[in-house]
């Protein structure tokens, strides 16, 4: 009888395993990354921090693999109707963080609410709309062949439509975008991902607890909870990884990746990134500007590989052009230019031999050193005479200063959201656009219409060694006209106790899918 | 002349001043420290072997060299760079001066506020005297670096930054002697209620003496010895305000370091290797501020004869 009890129970023990492996998500992560997110609305920026925040309280359609392909999330399936049309399958049975029943009308009301954000519009430009079959079909239509149109669906992350339908108590619109504004979305949230924000002071901690109704059950992810602290002090977050007081922090300062190499507790994570860093020259606050010749000597007088090796302590790639080796739009022929000589002269012969004073911001906790890199830069333009007048803040303060253009020189780094060249140029150097949405974080005000036509025409062209040929002269247009000054492409990493791991759950984007991180 | 000064000279000399300065070797070497940092400070561009607030001599090629004798040092920077290639040596010198000339500074603007009131309340007394230790009393209340804080915090937003970090080091000697000017109102106010009562007040009174020269010519010079002793560690007291406020990012800019920003930049990298960025900086500011606090007991022990130890 004993024997037979114990064989039950063996069995029942079995049975439950696979339930059980997700119903324990019983472990606390403390997480410390240098900063927190600025907003709950994932559709009022488009930043690295939001998208971190949207893979960790809503799921997208598809998402990429760590390989870069993609793999279904709460679309099933997706086929191919015709040539500008996509049809997506939905999962059947998924629930909001709100209980509301997930369908395809959520997926029509973010995908408009995407359409109307001034962040995301321009990613959604190609599209023409939505067509609802059923409850849980529906198709996407681009207005021409899109050759990128998955590479967006990972941007859709459905929002639970009744949550955000209808109006506060006092008669605001739930569903309203203001950016760095309050609206009910910044400070309210219903996804379908893994957590829940249960507590939120902005600057100080942001609290997530495992939903409970979270569909995805075949998830290794056994985390129940993760407390998220800002530290923005390099040295204090690399030290509170190694003294045990958080289990997991990004990103990792190269100056301290050794330390944490040799560190037997410690567990470091690197990957060469594709995140470019780079300045813009504002020509409608500085009339200098819009001459190329004194574009060009600011190109001539930055030394990228000089801020790469001894800043970034090699832990960066010096950058000529936004396009990554890799990237279609790569192109070989260009090298950093640094020359002093040659950037004197050409401020010589543009006529400001004397040089001007010009302002320049910098966040200091978004980038990796971002606030070193900027001195440096200001170091470097004293040298053709140019003062900088240079004010470093934190994010959270920075991009309502970066949307206003507050300074002359401001840096920005940028990741291809489309993992594609093209948008390196609708974001970043397109004729600025608030109604399209083109040229939303073009800084510079650099504007050329024949090489935005270029892009659009690579943006249509199918055959890919012509679009690479396109793009690649793009770049070097872009070169020759000094319309920004690239810096260097942003390498990663990121740093774990040894019982947390967390290679599985990293990607070269840099969004870290915690719901599936196992911690031993 | 000659005579005066001659005879001023061997009065010094033979005063107790001078004789328990000779007995004391803690003063000495305080003093001949203090006197050596303060001219070091003084003919810094001298001295210096690169402007540090030159920005166009800076590379950051040179970044984090270390300081000579380990390997991989360049003699042309002894101390070593920071990370932005900046000579240390330089730096130091010019912050050493930045450092001194806030910490004199803030205390003269001190002094002088701190006599003024404290003269007024212990003299007058009555309305005079309780609105001026009222306010005192809120202004003590506060900590000396949260006033700091919001007066510096609001003088960079209203002058904006490139403005700010040319009249930084005025501000900040505004910033932190208006701070502290109720420590010294306190200390002479309670010398002159104390003086007031005694005779040569009453004598000067029955002459017909002005409110005004009593004040100032009669019971001031007997408050002096105390207003020199807290004055003393006032400067130290400066410094480290000055030293704090930097390394918060409230004070100098970081293109012109004083000795708290410069501990401050190297920072991130102390526990990565290149810790002479901090430490170096850090030991400069502790000798400074331990010299003037040792010279201040002594002056204590010198200047009050009940703690005279014979």
Known sequence: MKKFLAAFVGSMALAAAPVALSAEATKELKVAYDSDPVTLDIHEQLSGGILQLSHMTFDPLIRWTKDLGFEPRLAESWERVDENTMRFKLRKGVKFHSGNEFTSADVKFTFERLKDSQDFKAIFKPFSGINIIDDYTFELVTSEPYPLLLNTATYIFPLDSEFYSGKTEDGKDKGAILKHGNSFASENLSGTGPFTVAERRQGVRVEFERFDGYWDTQSPGNVGKIVLTPIKENNTRVSALLSGGVDFIAPVPPNDLERIRNDKDANLVTMSGTRIILFHMNQERVEAFKNPKVRQAIAYAINQEGIAAKIMKGFATPAAQMSPAGYQGHNENLKPRFDVAKAQQLMKEAGYEDGFTITMMSPNNRYVNDDKIAQAAAAMLARINIKVDLKTLPKAQYWPEYDNRAADMMLIGWHADTEDSANFYEFLTFCPDAGSGSGQYNAGNYCNPEIDALVQKANVETDLDKRAAMLQEVEQRLYDDAAFIPLHWQDLAWASKKNVNIEPVLNVMNFPYLGDLVVE | ?310
């Open chain 2, 1 to 310: 002349m000659t005579t005066a000064t001659v005879s001023r000279w061997d009065r010094f000399r033979e005063s107790f001043f001078w004789h328990s300065f000779k007995r004391d070797k803690v003063a000495i070497v305080s003093f001949a420290v203090l006197l050596m940092m303060v001219m070091a400070a003084i003919f810094a561009p001298l001295l210096a072997p690169a402007d540090p607030y030159d920005l166009a001599q800076i590379n950051i090629m040179n970044s984090e060299l270390p300081p000579v004798g380990m390997s991989g040092a360049d003699p042309a920077f002894p101390l070593g760079t920071d990370a932005q290639g900046r000579d240390l040596l330089s730096t130091i010198l010019y912050g050493t001066r930045v450092s001194l000339m806030i910490g004199f500074g803030a205390v003269v603007l001190q002094a002088f506020l701190g006599i003024l009131f404290g003269l007024l309340a212990g003299y007058l007394g009555g309305k005079v005297d309780a609105i001026l230790m009222r306010i005192a009393d809120v202004q003590l209340s506060f900590s000396t670096l949260m006033v700091a804080i919001i007066v510096g915090a609001v003088f960079k937003a209203s002058f904006g930054n490139l403005m700010f970090g040319e009249i930084a080091i005025y501000m900040l000697i505004f910033i932190i002697g208006v701070a502290e000017w109720p420590q010294i109102a306190r200390t002479v106010r309670a010398s002159v209620l104390a003086e007031k009562k005694k005779e040569y007040v009453d004598a000067a009174k029955v002459m017909g003496f002005g409110t005004r020269r009593i004040m100032f010519r009669h019971i001031l010079p007997n408050t002096l010895s105390p207003i020199f002793v807290i004055a003393t560690v006032q400067i130290a007291n400066a410094i480290i305000s000055e030293a704090a406020l930097s390394f918060l990012g409230l004070g100098m800019p970081e293109t012109q370091p004083s000795l708290g920003s410069l501990i401050k930049s190297g920072f991130d990298y102390i526990q990565s290797g290149s810790w002479w960025i901090t430490l170096i900086p850090g030991l400069v500011l502790v000798v400074l501020v331990l010299v003037i606090n040792l010279l201040g007991d002594w002056l204590r022990d010198v200047m009050n004869p009940r703690l005279y130890k014979g």
